[in-house]
C-alpha cells in the first residue's frame, strides 16, 4: 500500500507540474480549435460532438483527483509552516498547533477570542492609542487540551 501512494504521489506531482505549464494550455486550445475546424469535414455529427465530450470529460475526472491530492500537500505543507511558526515564537500560544484538527465547535470559540481582540484592538487605534502590543489570548477550554 505504501509503494501504491509513493507512486501515485511522485505521478501526481508530475502531471500537475506538467499541466501547470503554459505550452500545456496553448495544446489544449489547439485542440478545441483542431476540433471546431474539422466540424464541417465530419458534418457536425454525434460521433464528431462524442470525441470532445468524452475526451475533456475523462481528463476533468482525472484532474479532479489530481487537483485535489495537490491541494492536500500544498495544504499539508503550509500547516507544518505555521505549526512551526507558532512553535518557534516565544509567547505564543501552543494550543494553536494543528488548529485545523479541533471541529467546528472549538474552532468558533478560537475565533470568538481573537474576533474580541481585534475589535480590542480597534477601540485603541479611535482613542488614538498604539494597537501593536501583544496581549494575551483567552484559549478556550477544549476537552482536547489541559485548562491553563
Partial sequence: MRETTGAYASIAKAVSRFTGRAGVFFLAVATIVVWLVTGPLFGFSDTWQLVINTGTTIIT????????????RDTAAIQLKLDELIRATE??????????????????????????LAASARDRLEKGERDTDTPEAVMPVSPRLPAG
Wanted: net charge negative.
Fill in 61 to 72: 475526472f482525472l484532474m479532479v483527483f489530481l487537483i485535489q491530492n495537490t491541494q492536500n
Fill in 91 to 116: 509567547g505564543a500560544h501552543n494550543a494553536l498547533l494543528d488548529l485545523e484538527e479541533l471541529d467546528e465547535r472549538q474552532l468558533e470559540a478560537f475565533r470568538r477570542n481573537y474576533e474580541a
